[in-house]
């Protein structure tokens, strides 16, 4: 199996509302069209071809830390990454160095998943 790419992260979330509020208005991620499921979500781009899907009616407890259960969002400049989610009001992580050397802040999203921002400084 060749797999292409990672074409999309699903969450499970409590209250639409505030999810739609945190990823729409405070990151200021683009909505997409989403197919007409039978159940609610909403959909939106993480950079050219990735999505992220959020999915209504979370009940169980999440599990999600930023040395456990977390997905990463590339950025081309941590200093505009931090000034961004400072200027929002978006609580973070200060910024750390990867033994790689690769810049790394995290935020938790109302339900409590970890995000975690990233600047690749290889090559």
Same mark, same amino acid.
């Given at each position: ?19 739609? %509020? ?10 997409? %069209? ?15 071809? @990735? =999505?992220?899907?959020?999915?209504? +009616?979370?009940? *169980? =407890? ?13 950025? %081309? ?23 790689? +050397?690769?810049? @790394?802040?995290?935020?938790? *999203?109302? *339900? ?6 990233? @600047?690749?400084?290889?090559?």
């Amino acid at each position: 199996m060749n797999t292409e790419d990672l074409n999309h992260v699903a969450l499970h979330v409590s209250d639409l509302d505030e999810s739609r %509020k945190f990823y729409g208005e405070l990151l200021g991620l683009e909505q997409i %069209k989403r197919p007409d499921f039978n159940f609610p979500g909403e959909w939106y781009r993480l950079g050219e071809s @990735q =999505e992220l899907h959020l999915i209504a +009616g979370r009940e *169980d =407890e999440v599990n999600s830390s930023s040395r456990g259960n977390h997905y990463a969002l590339g950025v %081309k400049s941590m200093n505009e990454a931090e000034s961004y989610l400072a200027e929002k009001g978006v609580p973070h992580t200060p910024r750390q160095v990867r033994p790689d +050397g690769a810049f @790394q802040i995290y935020c938790e *999203d109302p *339900d409590g998943y970890w995000i975690e921002f990233c @600047q690749n400084n290889i090559g």
